[in-house]
C-alpha cells in the first residue's frame, strides 16, 4: 500500500498492534491476516510511483494498492465516504487505469472513476467541471502513479480512498502558495495561508474536520478485513 501523508493512516497505525517500523518512510502490519506493507511517499504522482518502485524493488509483492484522501466530485458523496475505484484517470495524460476492486475487498459507499489531478481541487465550481468531463466521482493526486508501477510490474492494482471534502464544498485557500521551494505542500504554509482571512480559516477549520473524519473511516474500513 502506498499513501501520501502519515497522517492520511495515522488511525490505521495506531489501531495494529502487529505494526512495525521498518524505516522512517516504511510500515509492516496484518490485514484480514495477510502480510502488508505500508509506504508514505510524499505528495504527488511523481513521489507515489518512486514509492511503489521501491517497494517493487526491495519486496516480492502480489498487488500494489493505494489508500488515502480524495475530494469529492460528485455530489451523493460525504465527508468520511469510502470510495474504491473501478478505474484511475490521470488527467495530465488522460490514461485510463483499470482497477481490481476485490484485491483489498473493503465495505464502500462510491465507486466509479477516480481521477489524479495535478493540483488541489478546491473550487466547487472546478468539482463540478471535472465531474461533467471526466465522469469521475473523486479526485486525489497520487493514485495514477501507483497505478503505473503496477502496470509496469504487472502487478493486480487497487485504489481505496477516504473523502476529505464535498463537492459543493470550496476551501479558499491556494494551495500552489503552500508549497516548499521543492514543490512539497506543507503543513505550515497551510496554516499560514488558511490564516489570512476569516473564510479562510473557517474553511481550513472545516477541512481539518473532514480529514480527521476521512482518516478514521479509512483505518476502520482496512482494521474491518
Given at each position: 500500500m502506498v499513501a501520501a501523508f502519515r497522517w492520511e493512516v495515522?488511525?490505521?497505525?495506531r489501531r495494529d498492534v502487529a505494526v512495525k517500523r521498518l524505516r522512517s518512510d516504511l510500515y509492516?502490519?496484518?490485514?484480514?491476516?495477510?502480510p502488508v506493507l505500508l509506504a508514505?511517499?510524499?505528495?504527488?504522482?511523481?513521489?507515489?510511483?518512486?514509492?511503489?518502485?521501491?517497494?517493487?524493488?526491495?519486496?516480492p509483492l502480489r498487488g500494489l494498492v493505494t489508500v488515502g484522501?480524495?475530494?469529492?466530485?460528485?455530489?451523493?458523496?460525504?465527508?468520511?465516504?469510502i470510495?474504491?475505484?473501478d478505474s484511475v484517470v490521470e488527467e495530465s495524460t488522460q490514461e485510463r487505469f483499470d482497477?481490481?476492486?476485490?484485491l483489498l475487498p473493503v465495505k464502500f459507499v462510491g465507486q466509479g472513476s477516480l481521477l489524479c489531478v495535478p493540483e488541489v481541487v478546491s473550487a466547487a465550481g472546478d468539482k463540478k467541471r471535472l465531474n461533467q468531463k471526466w465522469g469521475a466521482v473523486a479526485a486525489d493526486m497520487e493514485s495514477a502513479g501507483v497505478a503505473r508501477a503496477a502496470?509496469?510490474?504487472?502487478?493486480?492494482?487497487?485504489?481505496?480512498?477516504?473523502?476529505?471534502d464535498s463537492s459543493q464544498q470550496t476551501i479558499s485557500i491556494d494551495f500552489r502558495r503552500c508549497r516548499s521551494e521543492h514543490g512539497i505542500l506543507t503543513?505550515?504554509?497551510?496554516?499560514?495561508?488558511?490564516?489570512?482571512?476569516?473564510?479562510?480559516?473557517?474553511?481550513l477549520w472545516r477541512l481539518a474536520q473532514g480529514a480527521r473524519r476521512a482518516a478514521g473511516s479509512l483505518a476502520t474500513a482496512l482494521y474491518a478485513l
Open positions: 495515522r488511525p490505521l497505525l509492516s502490519l496484518c490485514l484480514a491476516g495477510k508514505i511517499s510524499g505528495m504527488g504522482i511523481e513521489n507515489s510511483f518512486r514509492a511503489a518502485q521501491a517497494l517493487l524493488r526491495d519486496f484522501f480524495a475530494g469529492a466530485l460528485s455530489e451523493t458523496l460525504d465527508i468520511g465516504d470510495v474504491v475505484a482497477c481490481r476492486q476485490d502496470a509496469s510490474a504487472g502487478l493486480a492494482f487497487c485504489a481505496i480512498k477516504s473523502i476529505t503543513s505550515g504554509r497551510i496554516l499560514r495561508e488558511g490564516i489570512r482571512t476569516r473564510q479562510a480559516a473557517s474553511d
